[in-house]
């Protein structure tokens, strides 16, 4: 074993209270921004599951919508505009809307309505766990997520209800369609959506554009754009970002996130500084010693560098074990915590940088180091 | 004369700055020759400490020259004096100094690893100094479960580990009883029988100078007297002194009482 190594662990394991106290505030420092982190990757993600979800090439969208959710309204007849462009193959209205669902029980809640008709290539539901898309066709006919069963009041295949006091038959149950906003998703025609959410039947609020096999996706866009000069026509990744902007940052909800986890770091760092100081100035006799024998600098940074990584190895260690647990009990909740590999490597690397930058005032101490302190001691 | 290992010429020092502003050093002149053990006597504050940290490299002198194996130290670098000590100078300490979490063995080994020596053969070094020393069966002994001779023996094993050329030791029996002390100025006075090394000792100690080739008296941050008791070996012969004081025979014998084998 290297006797830097050695030197490092011994100096760290010296003091173990010391070294809990390190290890803790890296776990904790690292558990929050893991949280943090996980879940603006989480709300990256559920804000455009919708998007994610829809099998087109294009969007048409109001001009200045900010999101998938931002109720604008097109007219119809964009739609034969649309499809009077060459290289369109389809264009599929879709329309959304916010309106309010009879709980069988008593009482009202909000829902967001998603209304495509089943023969298209719409927007549908997905992981159909009971029922099938096709019985969408029918008039009152919903599809809804089984993780809103208690909020809708509803359990079964069948059940009835009212959705702005119209009737409402649940034909389909979803698994794992969680709303980010937590109002609950309702898939149905888009005749009926346009009536439960009171829009007329010559407004949609998107067309998605499917491109022949045989066109170029941009060329079409260039095309729809200058047909439709009063709306915007986005590719799924620019609607993506627009969307994302917007609730990440619009909204103030990502700056959240990151300010939660740019604090845990900054707590983390000061807490591993403060103890790595107090470490290294307990051993300053020794630092001292290795001065008067001739060390250079760079022995004995690399002997508090060692004991930074070593914090940062144990302490991501269990920070990532006790992440694990959160992201697995998370896993079914409405706003899960993700863990991906780039984020794992992510939160290692900014451990060691913080373990790293933590030991700078111990360096500092030491690089400062009077040899001759061995001869009063 | 053998070439000098360390030579100080008119050595100035100033230490503090301010009101606070003191001349430890007042033009010191001093050659360590190989193969001798010299001892630096004086009061307390006359400046032994300050000259011991100039000739060691660990401070550069306001005025005057320090030259180590022929490399002067004034102006050099921190980096640069740390070589010099590194390569050239090993210390004893009063308080010994050791790394309380590395075993004898590994507080020999550092000495080397600081040098850069691979690990194989700085343990194979460390270990022939620890038998050397007398102490072979506590390599794996922590400087705690060490008594305060050995923790001194494990110092010195660790201050000739890399073959310095001078030794420079700091009261090096001030914390021992009088048995032990006999035994560590034993184990010094050997080491400045090798035709190679000098040793400097600065010590309080009036029973250490028994085995002193020659004692420096400092006073007031000058040397006021220079007592040249035995002469080392012109360079290339070796074994012996041309005139062996009684007092060094006597201690030389006791010395033998110690498990200790001249390099």
């Known amino acids: 074993m290297s006797l830097i190594f050695r030197l490092a662990s011994r100096n760290l394991f010296q003091d173990r209270l010391r070294f809990v106290a390190t290890v803790v505030g890296i776990v904790f420092s690292i558990v929050l921004v893991t949280i943090q982190l996980g879940l ?30 931002d109720p604008s309204l097109l007219n119809e007849h964009d739609r034969t505009t649309a499809l009077s462009v060459p290289g369109v193959k389809e264009a599929v209205p879709i329309v959304i809307g916010f309106t309010t669902w009879t709980v069988p029980d008593g009482g009202t809640t909000p829902v967001f309505i998603i209304g495509s008709n089943p023969s298209t290539a719409g927007l549908h539901p997905w992981n159909l766990v009971k029922g099938d898309l096709a019985a969408l066709a029918a008039p009152h006919a919903v599809a809804i997520d089984q993780t809103y069963f208690g909020r809708l009041g509803v359990t079964r295949l069948g059940a009835s209800t009212d959705i702005r006091e119209q009737p409402a038959r649940v034909v389909a149950i979803s698994n794992g369609i969680r709303s980010f906003t937590t109002t609950p998703y309702v898939f149905t ?3 009926a959506a346009q009536s439960y959410i009171g829009t007329s ?39 993506r970002t627009r969307s994302r902007t917007f609730w990440l940052f619009g909204t103030g909800a990502g700056a959240a996130l990151f300010a939660g986890a740019l604090l845990g770091a900054i707590v983390g760092t000061v807490i591993i ?44 260690a269990l920070a990532g074990s006790i992440g694990l647990v959160i992201v697995r009990a998370t896993a079914e ?30 360096i500092a101490q030491v690089i400062r180091i009077d040899p001759v302190r061995v001869f009063r001691q | 004369m053998t070439t000098p290992v360390i030579e100080a010429v008119d050595v ?28 630096l006597m004086g009061p307390s504050g006359s400046g032994k400490t300050t000259l011991l940290s100039v000739l060691g490299c660990m401070l550069t002198p306001t005025s005057g020259t320090v030259r180590v194996r022929g490399h002067a130290t004034a102006g050099a670098r921190p980096s640069e004096l740390a070589k010099l000590r590194r390569d050239h100078i090993g210390f004893v300490f009063q308080s010994y100094h050791l790394f309380p979490t590395l075993t004898a063995l590994d507080n020999v080994r550092v000495a080397l690893d600081v040098r850069g020596e691979p690990a ?10 620890l038998a050397t020393v007398g102490l072979s069966h506590k390599e794996n002994a922590f400087p705690h479960d060490l008594s305060g001779g050995e923790q001194q023996r494990v110092a010195i094993a660790r201050a000739i ?28 006075s050997r080491i400045a029988e090798d035709p190679a090394r000098a040793v400097l000792i600065v010590a309080h100690d009036p029973r250490i100078a028994a085995f002193a080739d020659r004692i420096v008296h400092i006073e007031d941050g000058r040397i006021v007297d220079d007592e040249q008791r035995r002469t080392p070996l012109p360079a290339g012969i070796e074994g012996g002194w041309l005139q062996p004081a009684p007092a060094a025979s006597c201690l030389a014998a006791a010395a033998n009482a110690v498990p200790f084998a001249a390099k």
Request: aromatic share 6%; with cysteine.
């Open chain 1, 201 to 239: 039947p010559d407004k949609v609020s998107y067309l998605l554009v499917h491109v022949a096999a045989n066109a170029d996706v941009a060329r079409v866009r260039q095309l729809l754009m200058a047909r439709l000069p009063k709306v915007e026509v986005l590719t799924p990744a620019e609607f």
């Open chain 1, 333 to 362: 909740t409405a706003l899960p915590i993700v863990m991906t590999p780039t984020l794992s490597l992510g939160l290692f690397l900014l451990t060691v940088l913080m373990c790293v930058a933590s030991a700078a005032a111990a």
């Open chain 1, 273 to 316: 500084a403060q103890t790595l100081y107090s470490s290294t100035k307990d051993h300053l006799n020794e630092f001292a010693t290795l001065r008067a024998i001739g060390s250079s600098s760079r022995y004995i940074l690399k002997i508090i560098l060692c004991q930074a990584l070593l914090s940062a190895v144990i302490g991501f």
């Open chain 1, 189 to 191: 025609s888009l005749a």
């Open chain 2, 120 to 129: 194989k053969s700085a343990i194979a070094k460390a270990r022939e100094v």
């Open chain 1, 40 to 69: 603006f990757l989480s709300f990256e993600r559920m804000v455009t599951t919708m998007i994610d979800h829809a099998p087109g090439d294009l969007w048409i969208v109001s001009r200045g919508t900010k999101c998938f959710e």
């Open chain 2, 12 to 39: 100035v020092k100033f230490l503090g700055a301010g009101a606070g502003r003191v001349q430890a050093l007042r033009g010191v002149s001093l050659s360590l020759a190989c193969g001798q053990l010299t001892l």
């Open chain 2, 161 to 188: 580990v890399g073959d310095a050329s001078a030794i420079l030791a700091d009261e090096p029996t001030g914390a021992l009883d009088s048995a032990n002390g006999h035994a560590i100025m034993t184990i010094l």
